[in-house]
């Protein structure tokens, strides 16, 4: 008499093969598969408002993330003397902390200064820094290393920069940093980038309409007169499809397709570990 198959993983079970499927699972997912066509939307799937305002958080800070190499690229191809954007962006963020409340401002003028003396005290040494390096290397590792810092940003609006995002940065930013002749310019070049992706971002909105609308104009404006209209054609699609369809394909299947599979998880599966 053949023993009934038991859905208990550690006991060896002879009766079966190693890849037997279960009648009943079958039958489960059939059922809930034409279930699922006639589904109605759920109440509990998030609206694609909600989601396109997240998105649209975190696309705004990966666009922020691009003035890190649109600022090389002056410095390092266009021959731009980075000393009066410093000196701006500077005086910009002055000017924001001292509009935020004591506390606050008490705390960014000193971690300000700390972050000024330590690249003043660095600056020469950047600028030696993997020199013996090819500049192939340099960029192929900035790549990689602007991958992991755009997978380490948060869409969340309170939610602070993280100390792996801000090292993350600042290795992106000490290897370009490596690659230039001055040390005025490595000196500028850090200070406006942490300036611009770790205060300004807890400083302002950066989903702000017109802050935003500012930040896509140079970045696309930067993107067309150093690439061509193709690229940045090529980028305004990927960002169509980011904003608006993708949002529309999620809340889809939270609402149609979710339900199933929560279901199935929640009766075939054990709720509690069952132990023999």
Same mark, same amino acid.
């Given at each position: 008499?053949? /023993?009934?198959?038991?859905?208990?993983?550690?006991?060896?079970?002879?009766?079966?093969?190693?890849?037997?499927?279960?009648?009943?699972?079958?039958?489960?997912?059939?059922?809930?598969?034409?279930?699922?066509?006639?589904? /109605?939307?759920?109440?509990?799937?998030?609206?694609?408002?909600?989601?396109?305002?997240?998105?649209?958080?975190?696309?705004?800070?990966?666009?922020?993330?691009?003035?890190?190499?649109?600022?090389?690229?002056?410095?390092?191809?266009?021959?731009?003397?980075?000393?009066?954007?410093?000196?701006?962006?500077?005086?910009?963020?002055?000017?924001?902390?001292?509009?935020?409340?004591?506390?606050?401002?008490?705390?960014?003028?000193?971690?300000?200064?700390?972050?000024?003396?330590?690249?003043?005290?660095?600056?020469?040494?950047?600028?030696? +820094?993997? /020199?013996?390096?090819?500049?192939?290397?340099?960029?192929?590792?900035?790549?990689?290393?602007?991958?992991?810092?755009?997978?380490?940003?948060?869409?969340?609006?309170?939610?602070?920069?993280?100390?792996?995002?801000?090292?993350?940065?600042?290795?992106?930013?000490?290897?370009?940093?490596?690659?230039?002749?001055?040390?005025?310019?490595?000196?500028?070049? +850090?200070?406006?980038?942490?300036?611009?992706?770790?205060? +300004?971002?807890?400083?302002?909105?950066?989903?702000?309409?017109?802050?935003?609308?500012?930040?896509?104009?140079?970045?696309?404006?930067?993107?067309?007169?150093?690439?061509?209209?193709?690229?940045?054609?090529?980028?305004?699609?990927?960002?169509?499809?980011?904003?608006?369809? +993708?949002?529309?394909?999620?809340?889809?299947?939270?609402?149609?397709?979710?339900?199933?599979?929560?279901?199935?998880?929640?009766?075939?599966?054990?709720?509690?570990?069952?132990?023999?």
């Amino acid at each position: 008499m053949v /023993k009934p198959w038991k859905r208990l993983l550690w006991i060896k079970q002879e009766d079966y093969p190693d890849n037997y499927t279960d009648p009943a699972f079958i039958d489960l997912i059939t059922r809930l598969r034409y279930k699922g066509k006639s589904a /109605k939307p759920s109440n509990n799937s998030s609206s694609v408002h909600q989601i396109r305002s997240d998105l649209f958080r975190f696309y705004n800070k990966l666009l922020n993330t691009v003035f890190v190499y649109i600022i090389f690229v002056f410095i390092y191809n266009y021959r731009v003397n980075p000393v009066s954007f410093a000196i701006f962006v500077t005086i910009l963020v002055s000017w924001l902390l001292s509009r935020s409340n004591a506390k606050h401002y008490a705390f960014g003028v000193k971690s300000s200064l700390v972050i000024t003396f330590a690249m003043l005290t660095l600056s020469p040494i950047l600028k030696s +820094l993997s /020199k013996t390096t090819a500049s192939d290397s340099i960029w192929t590792l900035s790549f990689w290393l602007s991958i992991a810092y755009v997978g380490s940003l948060s869409s969340n609006v309170n939610a602070q920069t993280s100390n792996l995002s801000t090292n993350l940065l600042l290795a992106i930013v000490i290897l370009l940093a490596s690659r230039f002749q001055s040390t005025a310019h490595v000196f500028c070049f +850090l200070l406006i980038c942490v300036q611009l992706n770790v205060i +300004l971002p807890n400083l302002i909105n950066l989903s702000n309409k017109y802050i935003s609308f500012t930040i896509n104009l140079s970045v696309y404006g930067f993107l067309t007169c150093t690439l061509g209209w193709s690229y940045t054609f090529l980028a305004l699609a990927m960002s169509f499809f980011y904003l608006f369809v +993708l949002p529309q394909w999620f809340v889809y299947w939270q609402t149609y397709y979710r339900g199933y599979e929560s279901s199935l998880s929640r009766v075939w599966e054990a709720q509690k570990p069952i132990l023999d």
